[in-house]
């Protein structure tokens, strides 16, 4: 079994930033790739970023130039760091983790909240 969860949400004001924090943790193989999602209420969940064991990073228009992806010292964490927030990126923010096989595994979110 795999457990994820994410950390670093909060209130914070329009060109304001936040940095979120994934960690995986279980009986872990291998990752292949970490996944940020985000879901705004009334709205579709929608990818903001993924990052693969190899190869590029993907990034959301509307994310881009804004947040970063990056994996942790510990190739079971992943980070989203997140600039220049505006009130549009207020959601729920969800990490995917994909494991060897093609498992994946969901946390259960952390709220972001940019007021204007």
């Known amino acids: 079994q795999v457990q994820v969860m994410e950390s670093g949400g909060g209130l914070v004001q329009a060109g304001g930033s936040l940095r979120l924090s994934c960690a995986a943790s279980?009986?872990?193989?291998?990752?292949?790739?970490i996944t940020w999602f985000r879901q705004a209420p009334g709205k579709k969940r929608e990818l903001v970023a993924n990052?693969?064991?190899?190869?590029?990073?993907t990034y959301a228009d509307s994310v881009k130039g804004r947040f970063t992806i990056s994996r942790g010292s510990n190739a079971n964490s992943a980070y989203l760091q997140m600039n220049n927030l505006v009130p549009e990126d207020t959601a729920g923010y969800y990490c995917?983790?994909?494991?060897?096989?093609?498992?994946?595994?969901w946390g259960q979110g952390t709220q972001v909240t940019v007021s204007s």
């Open positions: 990052i693969p064991s190899f190869g590029d990073t």
């Open positions: 995917n983790v994909a494991v060897r096989g093609g498992t994946q595994y």
């Open positions: 279980g009986h872990i193989i291998s990752i292949n790739t």
